[in-house]
């Protein structure tokens, strides 16, 4: 975990720095009073020293951005949370009303909450897409399936119960699980990190649609624009559709994106109507089948999904058929 560079008292009293030594290095400038026990080194980091002047700890979206987790920009606020015998100006987070969250968030002794507690507090500040994305995000940069996830985080409430059994690790951007979310959410079958003959692996598929949710992060280099053009390219050539979705589009613009998909599906464009176009997606589901097979920790990931995932039929997918997940996981991967 990386070091916020901020302590209480008593752990530097614990790593061996008696008071004398502390307030000798408190008079060089070497450390600094945020309140009364805490104290921060000179490279702090500013957020979360914020949050423990204000009285509390960092927590929720800044904790989990301080963690290097996806997070959906413009929230300004500092996230915090503080125990109730302490004030502060800034209004600290709370997890999603009683009765959903049963277990208590534990005393804070350090100065940025762990995962788990950052998750559960962001419950209150991010909505289910949001949540589930950054649920996403930890698992697959950590390599935790769904249910190491649940016993993270405890006991918790059945709102919490559902979004969680709706995170998926395979997921590679926060904008891929957003848009799977809300395309499953509508009724589609949708396939997760695909993988297609000529092009490699795509973010979501349903039938021969191909949608690639672009992040701001992984596509402003010129590499990625000339990778990403090529593959498109590729795509058609061999008979796939791709829609390519920027950050906006899919944070700010979902009712346009919704649309142009229903336009394609309702026509039946996504579906694979010949022989040719059949077999494009039938090696499109060995070729994503044979790729798990070789990655231990990919095909470890799939079980635990799997082994975890209530089994829930999709209402009148206009996908490739109604189906199970585990029909459709089994089928398309
Ligand atoms: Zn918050």
Request: charged share 30%; aromatic share 6%.
């Amino acid at each position: 975990m990386k070091d916020p560079g901020i302590y209480r008292r008593s752990h530097l009293h614990a790593s061996g720095f008696d008071d004398k030594t502390i307030d000798r290095m408190i008079a060089a400038g070497d450390l600094t009073r945020l309140r009364s026990g805490w104290l921060a080194a000179k490279n702090h980091d500013l957020t979360a020293a914020a949050a423990v002047s204000d009285g509390g700890v960092l927590t929720c979206v800044d904790a989990l951005r301080f963690h290097e987790l996806w997070v959906p920009v413009g929230r300004r606020k500092l996230h915090l949370r503080r125990s109730r015998s302490l004030s502060g100006k800034h209004p600290a987070c709370r997890p999603m009303k009683s009765g959903t969250i049963r277990q208590r968030l534990t005393v804070a002794t350090k100065p940025v909450d762990s995962v788990p507690s950052a998750l559960l507090c962001a419950t209150g500040c991010l909505n289910r897409e949001e949540w589930i994305a950054v649920c996403d995000s930890y698992m697959n940069s950590h390599g935790l399936g769904v249910e190491d996830l649940r016993a993270e985080l405890g006991s918790v409430g059945p709102t919490v119960t559902d979004w969680l059994y709706l995170t998926d690790p395979r997921s590679q951007s926060g904008t891929e699980s957003i848009s799977r979310v809300r395309l499953r959410s509508e009724g589609f079958d949708v396939v997760v990190q695909p993988q297609i003959k000529g092009v490699g692996r795509a973010d979501l598929r349903i039938g021969l649609l191909i949608i690639e949710c672009d992040s701001m992060q992984y596509h402003a280099t010129k590499e990625a624009y000339e990778r990403d053009h090529k593959r498109d390219r590729k795509a058609l050539v061999n008979g796939w559709l791709t829609m390519r979705l920027t950050y906006d589009d899919i944070l700010f613009g979902w009712e346009e994106v919704l649309a142009d998909i229903r336009n394609i599906t309702n026509r039946d464009r996504h579906r694979p109507r010949t022989p040719r176009k059949r077999e494009l997606v039938e090696k499109s589901v060995r070729y994503s089948a044979s790729e798990g097979k070789n990655s231990p920790r990919r095909a470890d990931n799939q079980q635990k999904i799997l082994a975890s995932t209530p089994i829930r039929s999709p209402r009148g997918s206009p996908g490739l058929g109604r189906h199970t997940f585990r029909a459709c996981f089994d089928r398309c991967q």
